[in-house]
Nanobody
Framework: QVQLVESGGGLVQPGGSLRLSCEAS????????MAWYRQAPGKQRELVAT???????NYVDSVKGRFTISRDNAKNTVYLQMNSLKAEDTAVYYC???????????????WGQGTQVTVSS
């Protein structure tokens, strides 16, 4: 079994910054892509940023130039540095990871429990 645990959410004023972390643990042989999603009240969950195992990244247009996704593969951890935060960034942020376990060559997508980010003055 694999667990993903997010941290770093909280309340921040508009224009401020937060750094989210998501650490994967458990029966891990290899991690392929890792990603951050978010879900605002009354809205569908949307993809925010992705990072491949080779650190190729991709972002939704609304966060380009403000958010940076990065990985520490030795720690099985993905980060999301969020700068110049806006009220519309308020949401629950979720990470996921595509993980294979030893002896099982296929990948399974696991999700974290979510961390609340609130941008408000």
């Amino acid at each position: 079994q694999v667990q993903l645990v997010e941290s770093g959410g909280g309340l921040v004023q508009p224009g401020g910054s937060l750094r989210l972390s998501c650490e994967a643990s458990g029966s891990i042989f290899r991690i392929n892509a890792m990603a951050w999603y978010r879900q605002a009240p009354g809205k569908q969950r949307e993809l925010v940023a992705t990072a491949t195992s080779g650190n190729r990244t991709n972002y939704v247009d609304s966060v380009k130039g403000r958010f940076t996704i990065s990985r520490d593969n030795a720690k099985n951890t993905v980060y999301l540095q969020m700068n110049s935060l806006k009220a519309e960034d308020t949401a629950v942020y979720y990470c996921n990871a595509d993980v294979s376990s030893r002896g099982k060559p296929w990948f399974v997508r696991y999700w974290g429990q979510g961390t609340q980010v609130t941008v408000s003055s």
